[in-house]
């Protein structure tokens, strides 16, 4: 019966633990008759299990690596006498993290306590084991010799409460076996569905973290998701051909579930704290909301939602804008009686108003903006209710426009967020949220897509998502694919430091603001779309990307600012508002076709022109209010004075100066991939040098002339400028149109370039760790797929100073201390640092990525009781000048 009931025992303990299936929920076809009996004896009887059995206890399943925590054995009671408990405690990686044994004396007592010391964790499998032996009598004096085992499974959460270092994840999922190839490729985490009640042990067994994939697309992405049977976009494909068959229908406009559909919202809202409830303990790297989420499919213009829903609040919040109805019907030119009867208009019906007042639909826009981005704050809020320090983002993110992509809106509710770089999107949410978690997938491979994870890494980006759906990285016998070999290197180049120096650095840009603006969107999108008609509704997402004269304007505003030498910002039209320009000290204001401004956009930006500031714009910026409705003038005509239409005219205003550019700058994020469109740039960076804006670094080509389609990436780290030079060809080339466009062969080819840098200062070559000493000019051979990457200090920077233990015993933790033998300019050092035995094989799980503030930090390697004695050797590269230091210490 003891047997028995010990096995019962153990297996409660374990359902418990791992969370795969709760107390009350034990399916009663997964054991046969003699084990359900014991369970149901164990849950009857709970507090008489004692009698029988002996347990393991912990505080918790899930525990912090920050300090010991109290451990219990508990036995049977009513005895006394002596005993020992032996102890090990084992981790996935096969170390003997602890083990030691205990002399006991027991005088009617049930507990053992015990402490282990999380701070020697390295896995987050743990398991502890534990055998009590025991001697002596019971209460009647009859003798009591126990012989007892028990075991526990934990898990030491990982020590990550930031995004710091660099993350290549792999999505599709491989055997435990295959998973341990992998990580040698340097990819060092994966995915794992959010909804799934189970933990996922290939890859758990090889100690890799993962990011909690679509837990509810069902809603955020309800008409583009995976079925097995149909297209992808099949809900909205009917929606779609519902309105065909008839336009005057407003079901075809009810999304389903509406965003703002309290029931869905409550169901979504519980699903999203059960997932982190289950997948907190093992600090996923971000909880995905869903995969190519939208207001419908993708970034297409549709007129969602006309539910009921969706209309009722959408009143109540038009109430809150406005304040009255009447300031509603003169805004709309509309004469409702009742807010109850207040209904928007539909896209075709908006093209019909002959007065080019598209009010009662562009609000109606924003409002399904307003929808999404609250839809996306729910779900971020319900995860931080159990897990408060998680990333929140969503996968497939589109280019800013339809869909409820107002990136102004949405980095307020997500704090991660893997995009396609689709209209500078990228830039946008940079910009707007630095604290923003960025990845990109790469889909591809050959040298463009190599250049592209080094561009992405450049432009802010803290992460990469792999998608392998043809299984490159790893042939079917695990050996390396063709994937896999051609990206090892550079993807172990990301993960050993660079990676992380750029992410604990901050990007840095010149003064230069662009307007981001989404009711100018709204607008020159009814004014591009309208003379189409009825069309709009059969466009798909791809032709809102491909065929976008707004997104295409700014698009080359960028490439043409980047190809001066200089970076900017985007600044939204709300923070213009909220005086934005002014109080970051911007010099200059792009406004690319920015044709709806609100009063008080107007009022900063005349402000800002008086005081000093240079606006820059083309079409007729502020023509429309903030709603859509076009005014009896410009609301910026005395700050730009009279304009030409056949040439760029300046006016000055106050203190400060506006240009209107009547150039073709629409055309020249495709010029340049032909080499072409040098006039446009070289009035650009005229105008911007006119407000005092110039290349702190210029680069120049051969010829000495600027060198156009380089991009220079400034990042500061303290006092150290940390400096990237990439080709800048164009990332979608395939969508510039016609054929002579689709080619980067302009970028193709290795250049050679001259960097004059402000000042003389020590130039430390941060890819070949090498020191090229004071320098004025550096001669830089750029390969057209890899960045060049350099760390610029005014003064020497000081040399890495090791402090390692002389010896230590196995068992115990040695701690690494890490200085530098001078003052250091730098704010954080990026150390990396390898770990071998004396036989010479690296340890990876002793190695790793160490932040040092002030340039001080230190190293700790819990020596297992298991590891090998003998001299091992401790190696610390400082990412920033490439130095590196050894020192040895003995194992016993």
């Known amino acids: 019966m003891r047997a028995n009931v010990s096995r019962g025992t153990a297996v409660v303990r374990k359902l418990f633990i791992f969370g795969q299936v709760s107390p009350r ?19 009857a009887v ?12 912990l505080p918790s399943t899930a525990l912090e690596r920050t300090g010991p925590v109290h451990a219990i054995f508990r036995t049977p009671p009513f005895a006394t006498g002596t005993g020992q408990l032996s102890i090990a405690w084992t981790d996935v990686y096969g ?8 002399p006991v004396e027991m005088n009617d007592e049930t507990d053992i306590g015990f402490d282990i010391d999380l701070r020697r964790a390295e896995a987050m499998q743990n398991e502890i084991r534990a055998h009590f032996v025991f001697d002596g009598h019971n209460k009647k004096g009859a003798p009591d010799h126990r012989d007892q085992n028990a075991e526990l499974s934990f898990v030491a959460k990982p020590p990550v409460h930031s995004w710091w270092d660099y993350a290549i994840i792999m999505w599709q999922n491989y055997s435990p076996e295959h998973v341990a190839k992998l990580k040698a490729l340097g990819i060092n985490g994966s995915q794992y569905v959010g909804r799934n009640r189970s933990i996922p042990d290939f890859l758990v067994k090889n100690d890799l973290r993962w990011y909690a994939e679509n837990i509810a697309t069902d809603f955020y992405s309800a008409y583009h998701h995976y079925y097995p049977d149909r297209d992808n976009g099949w809900e909205f494909k009917q929606a779609r051909a519902a309105h065909q068959q008839d336009p005057h229908s407003l079901e075809p406009f009810k999304r389903h579930p509406s965003l703002t559909d309290a029931a869905w919202l409550k169901k979504i809202h519980d699903r999203l704290v059960e997932s982190a409830a289950y997948f907190s303990p093992y600090r996923p790297f971000f909880y995905s909301l869903g995969d190519e989420t939208g207001i419908a499919e993708l970034e297409a213009a549709w007129d969602f939602d006309f539910s009921d829903e969706s209309l009722v609040p959408m009143r109540e919040w038009l109430r809150q804008q406005y304040g009255t109805l009447a300031a509603l019907n003169r805004q709309w030119g509309s004469n409702f009686a009742t807010w109850n009867q207040v209904m928007p208009m539909t ?6 108003r002959s007065d080019d007042n598209f009010s009662a639909w562009a609000d109606f826009k924003e409002w399904m903006d307003v929808c999404y981005a609250n839809a996306l704050k729910m779900g971020t809020d319900a995860i931080h209710s159990v897990d408060p320090e998680a990333y929140v ?5 589109q280019m800013p426009g339809w869909g409820g992509y107002d990136y102004s809106r949405m980095v307020k509710s997500l704090t991660a967020i893997e995009p396609y770089d689709i209209g500078n999107n990228i830039e946008i949410i940079r910009s707007l949220n630095p604290e923003m978690a960025v990845l990109t997938t790469a889909f591809a491979h050959g040298p463009w897509e190599k250049h592209r994870v080094w561009f992405e890494l450049l432009h802010g980006n803290c992460g990469l998502i792999l998608w392998d759906e043809k299984s490159e990285y790893l042939n079917r016998d695990g050996s390396v694919g063709e994937r896999g070999r051609e990206t090892a290197a550079y993807y172990n180049e990301l993960r050993n430091g660079i990676g992380a120096l750029l992410i604990n650095s901050q990007r840095q840009s010149d003064p230069i603001a662009i307007h981001y603006s989404q009711p100018s969107l709204r607008v020159e999108w009814m004014l591009e779309s309208r003379p189409r008609g009825a069309a709009w509704a059969t466009r798909s997402a791809m032709a809102e990307r491909t065929d976008n004269n707004f997104l295409r304007l700014r698009e080359s505003w960028c490439r043409s600012i980047e190809d001066a030498g200089l970076q900017y910002n985007f600044v939204s039209y709300g923070q213009v508002e909220e005086g934005e320009l002014l109080r970051r000290g911007y010099r200059v204001l792009v406004l690319p076709h920015s044709s709806a401004l609100s009063a008080s956009e107007a009022q900063q930006i005349r402000a800002f022109v008086a005081q000093g500031g240079v606006v820059i714009a083309d079409g007729d910026p502020g023509a429309y209010d903030e709603h859509g409705r076009k005014l009896q003038e410009g609301q910026l005509i005395d700050v730009f004075g009279k304009t030409s239409e056949s040439e760029t005219t300046e006016h000055a205003f106050g203190q400060g100066m506006a240009f209107h550019v009547v150039t073709n700058l629409l055309d020249y994020h495709r010029d340049r991939v032909l080499g072409k469109g040098i006039e446009t740039r070289d009035l650009v960076a005229r105008m911007l040098k006119r407000a005092g804006v110039a290349p702190a670094f210029s680069v120049a080509g051969e010829d000495g002339k600027p060198a156009s389609g380089v991009e220079l990436h400034q990042f500061r780290n303290g006092d150290v400028t940390i400096l990237g030079l990439l080709s800048n060809p164009d990332l979608r080339v395939d969508e510039l149109g016609p054929p002579d466009f689709r080619s980067n062969e302009h970028f193709a080819r290795a250049r050679s370039l001259k960097v004059t840098m402000p000042e003389q200062m020590f130039v430390y070559d941060v890819r070949t760790s090498s020191f090229a000493g004071p320098k004025r000019e550096l001669s830089v051979q750029l390969d057209p797929y890899e960045p060049v990457i350099y760390a610029l200090s005014h003064r020497k920077m000081p040399d890495i100073v090791l402090h390692p233990p002389d010896r230590i015993a196995r068992g115990t933790t040695a701690s690494v201390g890490v200085s530098f033998d001078g003052h250091t300019p730098a704010t954080t050092h990026i150390l990396h640092v390898e770990v071998t035995d004396p036989s010479g094989h690296p340890l990876p799980f002793y190695s790793g990525n160490l932040r040092a503030p002030s340039g001080r930090a230190a190293w700790a390697i819990p020596v297992a009781y298991n590891d090998p004695t003998g001299k091992w050797t401790v190696e610390v590269k400082d990412l920033l000048t490439g130095r590196t230091q050894s020192a040895a210490f003995e194992i016993f």
């Open 25 to 43: 929920r034990v399916p009663a076809n997964r054991y046969n008759r003699t084990q359900m009996r014991t369970v149901f004896l164990v849950l």
């Open 46 to 57: 709970y507090g008489a299990t004692a009698a029988f059995g002996a347990e393991l206890i």
């Open 95 to 102: 170390r003997v993290v602890d083990q030691r044994v205990i």
């Open 347 to 352: 896209t075709d019906e908006a093209m019909k």
């Open 393 to 397: 983002g969503i996968g497939g993110g």
